[in-house]
Structures are given as C-alpha cells and as structure tokens.
C-alpha cells in the first residue's frame, strides 16, 4: 500500500512512518521543510514540501494513495499567543479532509484525543459519550472543534475512521510530559500534583500501531479510544524514578497549585508566565482525562503494553542516551 501522512516529523507520526515502512508499506508524508526531514527520507519515505494551509501541496500528497494518516496537531499549554492551535488543528484538519475529498481518498485515519471531553470528572466513559460545556485549555477546545469536523465529513461520505489516545509517552517524546520524564530519569525532581488529574497513558510504539490497526480493520465513520492504562502525572513519574534508580518527583498538595494557579490567572494576562506555572496548564494537570479502550480491544484488536513495562523501556532507552 500507498499511505500518506500529516505530522510525520513529530513524536507520533515518525514512529507511525517507521512501522509502515517495517511492514512495507510505501510512505509520502508532508513536510515543511524537507532538509529537516532527513530522518524520514532515510527510511525511504517520500517527501512532499507544503503545510496544512497549502492547498495544492495536500493535493500533490494525496495522488494514487491508498490511505491517509492526519496525525498532524498543535499540543501546547500555557500559551500566551494560542492562535497557532487554532491555524493547525481546526482550518488544518479541514483542510486535509478537504483534500482528501477532493481525491477521493479510499481511506483515512483522523488522529483526535481523549483531550476532546476535557475533566470527564473521574468517570471513565466510552466513544458515545459527548462533552457538553466550556473547555479546559485552549489545546482541548481546538482538537474538539477538529473532531467535529472530522465526524461531519464521515457523516457526509469520506471513509473516515477517528482514533482518541490519550496521553502519549516514549522514546522521543519532545512535550511537556517529555520533559518531565528526562527530568526524573537525570535525578532532578519537578513537583508535580500528589493526587487528582488522572489520565490515560499508552506508549507510542502502541499508538501508532493502533493507527495502523483502525486504518486495516476500523469501519469508516466509527470511533475509537485509544486509552492505555490510568494514572496521574505524579504516579506515572514515581514509576520512572523507580525504574531509573532515582529518588522521583516532589509530591505537592493539590491544594497548592489550586492556589497558585488563582495567584497566577491576573499576572498571566499582563506578562508571560513560564508553561509550568500557568493557569491553563495547572488546571489540565489537575483534570481527570479518562476513557476506555473495550471498543478498540474488541473491533481492532489493539492491546496496549502495561505502564510499568512500557515506563521500563522508555528509561531505558534515555538512559543511552543520559
């Protein structure tokens, strides 16, 4: 087969173009800047120069392709200027789907999230369920605008299958969980919440093949969740330090960052505040973002590995390269 790809440079979609180049697959994948692109043409993907606002470019990707894969996505929180979640994830997703329209794709598979439903309030709900009210982060209303438009285009024809994950980790992880996890794993110890904000964790190696998995055998217009197992920011990192031998995360009260962030809400609006400090990203990290994988277990056969298996290998890998 013949797949196309969005977000191939990042965290998600290089692993994905690895596993379909390993099963054969051939890959074309866009990209901004094909001299930063080298990695993938390494592997021998092919390389088509444009961006999400480039109409022709997303036309000249989609030529004689089987499948395509729209990973491509803005994830950033406590942001002063949020315009770019706006650009990318919302007018770029109609854009390709636009295009893809266009060529008649015989296939696509619609990367969304978990994020969509915001604090789901520690209830763990399925793909019927629909959030109602305000968003958390600017991140989550702008991926909840784009899986509208995703639905709306299935609805309207294009053979479009929706994959939620929910909190990706791994090797390369270039986000803020990222970050977290090289801290721990070096021995320095960031503080993090001691309770509230679980969330969903499925390392990256099984989100692509779940992508992989709902582009086979996923039926068009249907959804699924791509949860891995539940946790919070604070237990997850516990588990790094004990895997890397290191003394873990502070554990701060809830309560305190609850306060912190009411202290920062006026002063964020005035100068910029360090991602870690502001607002937004206080009351994401303290928000349940909780789903189930029954559905994706039982119609793609997507089986995640275990958080303590997946954190080992992930603190092996950095440290190599610590």
């Known amino acids: 087969m013949r797949y196309a790809l969005t977000g191939a440079t990042g965290f998600l979609g290089g692993e994905l173009v690895r596993q379909l180049v390993d099963a054969g697959h051939d890959v074309v994948a866009l990209v901004r800047s094909p001299a930063r692109a080298g990695r993938l043409e390494a592997i021998g993907a092919d390389l088509v120069e444009g961006d999400l606002g480039d109409s022709r470019a997303l036309d000249r990707l989609l030529v004689e392709v089987d499948g ?3 990973v491509a996505g803005w994830y950033r929180l406590g942001q002063r200027d949020p315009s770019p979640g ?4 919302v007018e ?12 008649a794709t015989p296939k696509v598979v619609y990367t969304s999230t978990l994020a969509v439903n915001s604090d789901t309030g520690g209830r763990f709900v399925d793909e019927t369920y629909e959030h109602v009210g305000s968003h958390l982060s600017e991140y989550d209303r702008t991926k909840a605008a784009a899986h509208a438009i995703a639905k709306q285009f299935a609805a309207d024809g294009l053979p479009l299958v929706i994959v939620m994950p929910g909190v990706i980790y791994g090797p390369g992880d270039t986000s803020q969980v990222g970050d977290l996890v090289e801290r721990v794993v070096a021995g320095r110890r960031p503080q993090v919440p001691s309770a509230g904000g679980r969330l969903t964790w499925a390392h990256v190696s099984d989100v692509a093949r779940g992508h992989l998995l709902a582009m086979e055998r996923g039926t068009s217009g249907e959804t699924y969740m791509l949860a891995g197992d539940p946790a919070t920011v604070g237990e997850l990192l516990v588990h790094v330090g004990e895997a890397a031998g290191t003394k873990g995360p502070v554990l701060v009260p809830p309560g305190v960052l609850r306060l912190t962030a009411r202290i920062m809400t006026p002063v964020a609006r005035l100068v910029p505040v360090p991602a870690t400090y502001h607002p937004e990203t206080i009351r994401a990290v303290l928000a349940d973002y909780l789903g189930v994988r029954a559905k994706a277990e039982r119609e793609l056969g997507w089986h995640p590995r275990g958080i303590h298996e997946g954190v080992a290998q992930t603190v092996a890998h950095l440290r190599e390269r610590l």
């Not at 706006?86 to 994830?89: A, G, I, V």
Request: no cysteine; aromatic share 6%; net charge positive.
């Open 86 to 89: 706006q650009r990318t994830n």
């Open 92 to 103: 770029g997703t109609r854009n390709v789907l636009l295009a893809a329209q266009r060529a």
């Open 68 to 70: 395509l894969f729209h």
